[in-house]
Nanobody
Framework: QVQLVESGGGLAQPGESLRLSCAASGGTFRLYTMAWFRQAPGKEREFAVVVNSRGSTDYADSVKGRFTISRDNAKNTVFLQMNSLAPEDTAVYYC????????????????WGQGTQVTVSS
């Protein structure tokens, strides 16, 4: 099966930046749709951004203009560049993979990482 491992989370002050990484193994990475979701305490898991196998992207309004998703198929890795961080960005961030499409629905993703904590606080 495909394994996904997130890294790069931590503590940031408002306005600062973090870059998350998701390393994939066990599959043909370049064919997958890759997405980032996030889940804050007491909240539902919510969509953040997705990139499909062709490089097309879709961003949630909450992160548009601040976050950027990218992928390096040679390294089997997807990144999330997070700029202008705010306290409302505090959440566990999850990397997920799907075979097709550019869905915003968690149920459409079949592989998930364990998550990495991002905390934005002054």
């Amino acid at each position: 099966q495909v394994q996904l491992v997130e890294s790069g989370g931590g503590l940031a002050q408002p306005g600062e930046s973090l870059r998350l990484s998701c390393a994939a193994s066990g599959g043909t990475f370049r064919l997958y749709t890759m997405a980032w979701f996030r889940q804050a305490p007491g909240k539902e898991r919510e969509f953040a951004v997705v990139v499909n196998s062709r490089g097309s992207t879709d961003y949630a309004d909450s992160v548009k203009g601040r976050f950027t998703i990218s992928r390096d198929n040679a390294k089997n890795t997807v990144f999330l560049q997070m700029n202008s961080l705010a306290p409302e960005d505090t959440a566990v961030y999850y990397c997920a993979a799907a075979w097709l499409g550019s869905s915003r629905l968690p149920s459409d993703y079949i592989y998930w990482g364990q998550g990495t904590q991002v905390t934005v606080s002054s």
